[in-house]
């Protein structure tokens, strides 16, 4: 299948710093999502991306789509502890297929 | 609004037996979509079911189906079960889709082969 290369693979920070993470294929997507999974749980979607160059927030969350529509990127802001959790990139690679293909996932830890 | 709920939470079976997992749909959500994630990895696409038909299936063996039923919820079966389909079996639903709808997750059955 589709491989979605995500990175950093895990990411430690203090709270209040900047994350920043990303999401590269080899092929065009034609939707971007991201997605946050705490322990015991669903992902539980954060944002959506439809356009190529689409640059769409939610709180301190901020994602783009890119201009190639071959990756995506996520960042968070401010971060505080409740941000643990780990980050996963989504794509659709075309319309009417509708399954997602993933990426591996970006494990945040927050040091308070 | 009740998201999308799956059953069991865990479910214990020995290699060869047969396992049967659960869904049902946000209210008005009519696509449902079966996703495995093993330990430590990402989710793989397994199937996609809308009106009651498959639409999709992702690269597993035949002895993974299911079937949606006329409310919408789904069943996800697993036959002659192997050691390596342990594994959190996770949920998703959305819209029907005119333009993308973005997915929905439950929060998965846990299925553990001895």
């Known amino acids: 299948g589709q491989q979605l290369n995500q990175s950093p693979q895990s990411m430690f920070i203090q709270e209040g710093e900047d994350v920043s993470m990303n999401c590269t294929s080899s092929?065009?997507?034609?939707?971007w999502l991201w997605y946050k999974q705490e322990p015991g749980e669903g992902p539980v979607l954060l944002i959506a991306l439809y356009k190529a160059g689409e640059l769409t927030s939610n709180g301190r969350l901020t994602a783009q789509f890119g201009i190639t529509r071959k990756d995506s990127f996520l960042n968070i802001s401010a971060s505080i502890p409740s941000d643990v959790g780990i980050y996963f990139c989504?794509?659709?690679?075309?319309?009417?297929?509708?399954?997602?293909?993933f990426g591996t996932g970006t494990r945040l830890t927050v040091i308070p | 609004e009740a998201g999308v709920t799956q059953s069991p939470t865990h479910l214990i079976k020995t290699r060869g037996q047969q396992a049967t997992l659960r869904c049902s749909p946000i209210s008005g959500h009519t696509s449902v979509y079966w996703y495995q994630q093993a330990l430590g990895l990402g989710l793989q696409f397994l199937l996609w079911y809308d009106e009651g038909e498959e639409r999709n299936r992702g690269n597993f063996p035949p002895r993974f189906s299911g079937r949606q039923f006329p409310n919408y919820s789904s069943e996800l079966n697993v036959n002659a079960l192997e050691l390596e389909d342990s594994a959190l079996y996770l949920c998703?639903?959305?819209?029907?889709?005119?333009?993308?709808?973005?997915?929905?997750f439950g929060d998965g059955t846990r299925l553990s082969i001895l």
């Open positions: 092929s065009i997507f034609n939707t």
């Open positions: 989504a794509g659709q690679l075309v319309p009417g297929a509708n399954n997602l293909f």
């Open positions: 998703a639903s959305s819209l029907a889709d005119r333009d993308y709808q973005p997915q929905h």
